[in-house]
C-alpha cells in the first residue's frame, strides 16, 4: 500500500473516530439534560441551562438539549425563551440565589478564562454537586486539542487541566501529516 493510500485511509479514519465520539457527546448531553430535568422537577427547583443549547457545530444542526427555566451564556441564548447573557466566571449570576437550581452545563468549561471562577458559581447555584451535570468534550480527542477557544480538557469539573501547545502542536502536525500524505502525487507502479 502506498504512502498516498495508508495516509488516506488513517485521515478518512480520524475523521470517523471524530464523528463517534461527536455523537457520544451528543447522545451524552440529551442522556444528563433529562436527568438534569428529572433532577429538578424532583426537588422543586428550576433547571439553569448554561451554554446555548443552539451554539455548538452538532448541537445548531441537530438540537441535544433544551433551553431549561433559564439560559446563560456569553452572548444569551436568542431562541430561548427564559435567557440571560452573563460570564459564569463573573459570578454571581444575577437572580440566581445560593443553593437554588439545578445546573446543566454542556462543553462550556473547556472555553472560559478562569475555570476555578467558573466551577465556584455553578456549585454556588446548585449548592450540591449531585445539583451539577456536566457534559465535556472528551479530552482524547483532537476536538479537544484544536476546537477554537479551547483552554481545558478533561473528562470531568475536577479532572480538567489546560489544553498545551504541545496538544495544540502534536494534533495539528499529526493532521497536516496525514493531509500532507493523502494529497502526495500518484505513482504508477
Given at each position: 500500500?502506498?504512502l498516498?493510500?495508508?495516509s488516506?485511509?488513517?485521515?478518512v479514519?480520524?475523521?470517523?473516530a471524530?464523528?463517534?465520539?461527536?455523537?457520544?457527546?451528543?447522545q451524552?448531553?440529551?442522556?444528563?439534560?433529562?436527568?438534569?430535568?428529572?433532577?429538578?422537577?424532583?426537588?422543586?427547583?428550576?433547571?439553569?441551562?448554561?451554554?446555548?443549547?443552539?451554539?455548538?457545530?452538532?448541537?445548531s444542526l441537530?438540537?441535544?438539549?433544551?433551553?431549561g427555566?433559564?439560559?446563560?451564556d456569553?452572548?444569551?441564548c436568542?431562541?430561548?425563551?427564559?435567557?440571560?447573557?452573563?460570564?459564569?466566571?463573573q459570578?454571581?449570576?444575577?437572580?440566581?440565589?445560593?443553593?437554588?437550581?439545578?445546573?446543566?452545563?454542556?462543553?462550556?468549561?473547556e472555553?472560559?478564562?478562569?475555570?476555578?471562577?467558573?466551577?465556584r458559581?455553578?456549585?454556588?447555584?446548585?449548592?450540591d454537586?449531585?445539583?451539577?451535570?456536566?457534559?465535556?468534550?472528551?479530552?482524547?480527542?483532537?476536538?479537544?486539542?484544536?476546537?477554537?477557544?479551547?483552554?481545558?480538557?478533561?473528562?470531568s469539573?475536577?479532572?480538567?487541566?489546560?489544553v498545551?501547545?504541545a496538544?495544540?502542536?502534536?494534533?495539528?502536525?499529526?493532521?497536516?501529516?496525514?493531509?500532507?500524505?493523502?494529497?502526495l502525487?500518484?505513482r504508477?507502479?
Amino acid at each position: 500500500m502506498s504512502l498516498r493510500t495508508s495516509s488516506r485511509f488513517a485521515f478518512v479514519g480520524l475523521a470517523a473516530a471524530e464523528s463517534l465520539f461527536a455523537a457520544q457527546r451528543w447522545q451524552r448531553r440529551r442522556t444528563l439534560f433529562a436527568a438534569a430535568t428529572r433532577r429538578a422537577l424532583d426537588l422543586g427547583r428550576p433547571l439553569v441551562v448554561i451554554g446555548d443549547p443552539n451554539a455548538g457545530a452538532h448541537t445548531s444542526l441537530m438540537p441535544a438539549y433544551g433551553c431549561g427555566d433559564l439560559c446563560i451564556d456569553l452572548r444569551g441564548c436568542p431562541r430561548c425563551i427564559n435567557h440571560r447573557a452573563a460570564d459564569i466566571t463573573q459570578g454571581p449570576l444575577a437572580g440566581v440565589a445560593d443553593d437554588s437550581a439545578v445546573a446543566f452545563v454542556s462543553c462550556v468549561l473547556e472555553y472560559v478564562d478562569d475555570l476555578e471562577s467558573a466551577r465556584r458559581e455553578i456549585l454556588r447555584i446548585a449548592g450540591d454537586p449531585a445539583n451539577i451535570f456536566v457534559v465535556t468534550v472528551q479530552p482524547w480527542t483532537f476536538t479537544a486539542a484544536l476546537y477554537p477557544g479551547a483552554r481545558w480538557t478533561g473528562s470531568s469539573p475536577k479532572s480538567m487541566t489546560p489544553v498545551g501547545l504541545a496538544a495544540k502542536v502534536g494534533a495539528s502536525a499529526l493532521i497536516a501529516t496525514l493531509l500532507a500524505g493523502s494529497l502526495l502525487p500518484r505513482r504508477d507502479e
